[in-house]
Structures are given as C-alpha cells and as structure tokens.
Nanobody, 123 residues
Framework: QVQLVESGGGLVQTGGSLRLSCAGSGRTFGSYAMGWFRQAPGKEREFVAAINWSGGNTDYAEAVKGRFTISRDNAKTTLDLQMNSLKPEDTAVYYC????????????????WGQGTQVTVSS
C-alpha cells in the first residue's frame, strides 16, 4: 500500500513553469508504476503522463508532449512533473496515481490516488 501527497501547484502566467511533486509513503514505492492526471472544472479527469517502476518507460498525452516531463526518484520516494510553457488550458487539479500495473495507471484505473494540487495558468 502507498499513500500519495501532491504539492507544488499554484498560479502562474502563460508561458511560465511549475514543478509538481508527489511524495509517496511505504517501502514498496519503487515497485509501483506512477502517473499524473488532471481534471478541469466541468470536465472529466484526463491522463497527463505516466512512468514505469524504474523510470525507463514514460508516456505523455499529446497535449503536453514536449512541454511536460515526468520523473521519479525511488530512493526519495517522489514523483515529479516538470511543466514548462504552460497554457491556460493546463489549468486543472493535478493528481498523482500509483498501481503495480503500468497499463492500469495509464488507463486511470490505479489503486492509489493523491488528494490533488491546483494549477492555475492565467492568460
């Protein structure tokens, strides 16, 4: 079992950058695939990025490719999302998720979720 706590959200202008972090608890953090999702007001939650247990495999939504980078540090039990060139349409609550199955994380069906952190991009 793993508990997840996101941080790093805030208000930023268009074109700016933010770095989100997700702190995981538990000695088995390194065995979980991890992902970032987001949900904007009035919209369904959507996939942003995912990373496998070792960090050797990543996937990104088309909307964020080339702008966002997902990374993890298993020794520190943290998952990060570096967000550059932010746009107003990136405004959402961002959640991290974890599961032992990488496909389940990508599909949004992970077993474990954080409480979310708000990202607001002003135009």
């Amino acid at each position: 079992q793993v508990q997840l706590v996101e941080s790093g959200g805030g208000l930023v202008q268009t074109g700016g950058s933010l770095r989100l972090s997700c702190a995981g608890s538990g000695r088995t953090f390194g065995s979980y695939a991890m992902g970032w999702f987001r949900q904007a007001p009035g919209k369904e939650r959507e996939f942003v990025a995912a990373i496998n247990w070792s960090g050797g495999n990543t996937d990104y939504a088309e909307a964020v490719k080339g702008r966002f980078t997902i990374s993890r540090d298993n020794a520190k039990t943290t998952l990060d999302l570096q967000m550059n060139s932010l746009k107003p349409e990136d405004t959402a609550v961002y959640y991290c998720a974890a599961d032992t199955s990488y496909p389940w994380v990508v599909a949004g069906s992970g077993d474990y979720w954080g409480q979310g952190t708000q990202v607001t991009v002003s135009s």
